[in-house]
């Protein structure tokens, strides 16, 4: 059945390391997104993609690089620029709707933890 | 500078009861509105919608108001049941420009008690 994965659910890095995150979808959307949640705090926008092969920040892109090669998968980096990476990441996809507005579909997440 | 907000961070309701969830919202640009429902360590789920055009939404034991003129939306969740018991975002859309940038707020974690 149709959804978005994310892998790992929980990684662990040391401080100074470059992380890749994975996300994945097979619901054949064209739009996919990348959140960022702290806690007490609501999701926020890292970058989002709305075609292949094009992609643009978010409010918090900072010390973030994504790639979108393909439809089904767009990757998070969080490099060692980030100053506080420690944050549950969630991946998000959509659909433009012509006539009516298509929500977006979470990923399940990944807690990044650096050590 | 946050646009959408939630100034109740938990909300405690007894089963069977009505939960009211408000968010408030500064950008007047904003013309659609989404909540969503969020257990621990998963993604959140969408709930229900509406759109700027319409003052209320429902959808079963779910019905989202909107007060444009006071920026203000809903949620009412009646009758409140255990499983109901998570967090809720508002969030909200500028479908006119940067499309499917959502604005989310802080979120209301609801308790249902016995």
């Known amino acids: 059945d149709g959804g978005i994965t994310q892998s790992p659910k929980y990684l662990f890095r040391k401080e100074g390391q470059n992380v890749t995150l994975s996300c994945e979808q097979n619901?054949?959307?064209?739009?996919m997104y990348w959140y960022r949640q702290d806690p007490g705090q609501g999701l926020r926008l890292i970058y989002y993609?709305?075609?292949?092969?094009?992609?643009q920040k978010g409010d918090i892109a900072e010390g973030y690089s994504v790639s979108r090669e393909k439809k089904e998968s767009f990757p998070l980096t969080v490099t060692s620029a980030q100053k506080n990476p420690t944050a549950f990441y969630l991946c998000?996809?959509?659909?433009?709707?012509?006539?009516?507005?298509?929500?977006?579909?979470f990923g399940p997440g990944t807690r990044l933890t650096v050590l | 500078d946050q646009q959408v907000k939630q100034n109740s961070p938990s909300l405690s309701v007894q089963e069977g009861r009505i939960s009211i969830l408000n968010c408030d919202y500064t950008?007047?640009?904003?013309?659609?509105f989404l909540w969503y429902k969020k257990y621990p360590a998963e993604g959140p789920t969408f709930l229900i919608s509406i759109s700027s055009i319409k003052d209320k939404n429902e959808d079963g034991r779910f019905t989202v108001f909107l007060n444009k003129s006071a920026k203000h939306l809903s949620l009412h969740i009646v009758p409140s049941q255990p499983g109901d018991s998570a967090v809720y975002f508002c969030?909200?859309?500028?479908?006119?420009?940067?499309?499917?940038?959502?604005?989310f707020g802080a979120g209301t974690q609801v308790v249902v008690t016995p």
């Open positions: 998000a996809s959509s659909t433009p709707g012509l006539a009516i507005y298509n929500e977006q579909f």
């Open positions: 993609s709305q075609i292949v092969n094009d992609f």
């Open positions: 619901l054949n959307h064209d739009a």
């Open positions: 950008n007047s640009m904003f013309d659609y």
């Open positions: 969030a909200a859309d500028t479908t006119t420009d940067s499309w499917g940038k959502l604005q």
